[in-house]
């Protein structure tokens, strides 16, 4: 397995994927490169490989495990020739000692291999003033959760999602009755008329997104969807660089029943909201089947932060890294919270003093 870090060919410096640009641009010479650039950088190398931009490499015959046994894989940055210890997701990462980005292409190439990417659209001095906004608006969140050594901790990751085109076909069979009152005088009429109600339906159901990390919280991989598809580029190993990026550990045959069936639930919906005007409907057989089904391994961008609270809980807060939209739970500050009770009681009380409501 190669571990490759991109290099400025002007000064050698670390080339990272700017979100403001969509170029990637060297952090000490201020060098600017576009993605077609990229590409053709090495032409040689161009001709046995996809990602020609791997300035440095060293190849590893095996990776071994971590010397603790917590299940990581060592790895050599071809930078400085420290050890990168990672957990076995890990795609993209950096070094720990000369902070140099390095992606491990043997972890995103062969069956691993995305499709799609959508890069990063909001950089990381956007995302904490963001992530600022979001706190401020909210009344008792602990200082602690937004001091500045936190807000250093947010971490631009790419999450592994599948995304499921589906074309089903429906059908449906029901009972549907009009029942019309009315009177004449002394005699009061009764009128039901009972309709057969066949519905055949066409169903595309486009862009299903399932989170395909175990590790990662489920709320927080699912409460950041959607993303904008159509700006979805061809997956390329370059866009990982100076970002985290992580490997799927779920894969399509232990997502598929969950997401047949949920498509099936609401392709059920679907058809039934179609049929009006009547004033009871009983479903006799309602069927909705899968004729094509298309996966697409795709990597989407997240700004995260984690804190662990004082009661031992982990919050977790993430944005899109697309849109910026937030999805987080926070931890709440008790003691500041029932500070501004008491406040507000003892300001009532002695207004009420003052109007001569409280003897």
Same mark, same amino acid.
């Given at each position: 397995?190669?571990? @490759?870090?991109?290099?400025?060919?002007?000064?050698?410096?670390?080339?990272?994927?700017?979100?403001?640009?969509?170029?990637?641009?060297?952090?000490?010479?201020?060098?600017?490169?576009?993605?077609?650039?990229? %590409?053709?950088?090495?032409?040689?190398?161009?001709?046995?490989?996809?990602?020609? %931009?791997?300035?440095?490499?060293?190849?590893?015959?095996?990776?071994?495990?971590?010397?603790?046994?917590?299940?990581?894989?060592?790895?050599?940055c071809p930078s400085c020739g420290a050890q990168i210890v990672t957990e076995k997701t890990t795609a993209a990462t950096y070094c720990y000692y000369c902070h140099n980005p390095v992606v491990l292409s043997g972890r995103v190439s062969g069956e691993f291999l995305p499709e799609r990417i959508i890069p990063f659209a909001i950089?990381?001095?956007?995302?904490?003033?963001?992530? !600022?906004?979001?706190?401020?608006?909210?009344?008792? @969140?602990?200082?602690?959760?937004?001091?500045?050594?936190?807000?250093?901790?947010?971490?631009?990751?790419?999450?592994?999602?599948?995304m499921v085109d589906l074309d089903m076909e429906g059908n449906l069979s029901a009972i549907g009755k009009n029942i019309r009152t009315w009177r004449d005088e002394d005699t009061e009429y009764h009128e039901t008329k009972v309709y057969h109600v066949e519905r055949n339906a066409d169903i595309h159901f486009k862009d299903i997104t399932k989170n395909a990390l175990k590790s990662v919280n489920a709320k927080v991989a699912q409460g %950041? !969807?959607?993303?904008?598809?159509?700006?979805?580029?061809?997956?390329?190993m370059s866009y990982l660089s100076g970002f985290l990026a992580e490997r799927r550990d779920i894969e399509r045959s232990d997502l598929q029943a969950e997401v047949t069936a949920e498509a099936k639930n609401y392709g059920e919906r679907m058809i039934r909201n179609t049929?009006?005007?009547?004033?009871? !409907?009983?479903?006799?057989?309602?069927?909705?089947?899968?004729n094509v089904e298309n996966w697409e391994y795709i990597l989407l961008p997240?700004?995260? !932060?984690?804190? /662990?609270?004082?009661?031992?809980?982990?919050?977790?807060?993430?944005?899109?890294?697309?849109?910026? /939209?937030v999805y987080g739970e926070l931890p709440i500050d008790h003691k500041k919270m029932w500070m501004l009770g008491g406040f507000i009681f003892l300001l009532v009380f002695l207004l009420g003093l003052a109007g001569g409501y409280i003897l």
């Open positions: 397995m190669s571990v @490759v870090s991109y290099k400025c060919p002007n000064c050698d410096g670390e080339l990272v994927f700017d979100p403001i640009t969509q170029k990637y641009k060297c952090e000490y010479c201020i060098s600017i490169f576009s993605q077609e650039e990229i %590409v053709h950088m090495e032409p040689e190398a161009a001709e046995s490989t996809p990602y020609p %931009v791997a300035d440095s490499q060293e190849s590893v015959n095996e990776p071994r495990e971590d010397e603790a046994g917590l299940g990581g894989v060592a790895y050599h950089d990381k001095k956007q995302a904490e003033t963001k992530f !600022l906004e979001f706190v401020h608006s909210k009344k008792f @969140v602990p200082r602690a959760f937004f001091n500045k050594h936190q807000i250093e901790k947010i971490s631009g990751v790419y999450f592994p999602y599948w %950041v !969807l959607p993303y904008d598809i159509s700006k979805a580029k061809t997956f390329h049929i009006g005007g009547y004033s009871t !409907l009983s479903v006799q057989t309602c069927s909705v089947l899968s997240v700004w995260t !932060l984690t804190y /662990k609270g004082r009661d031992g809980k982990m919050y977790y807060y993430s944005m899109n890294g697309q849109n910026g /939209k």
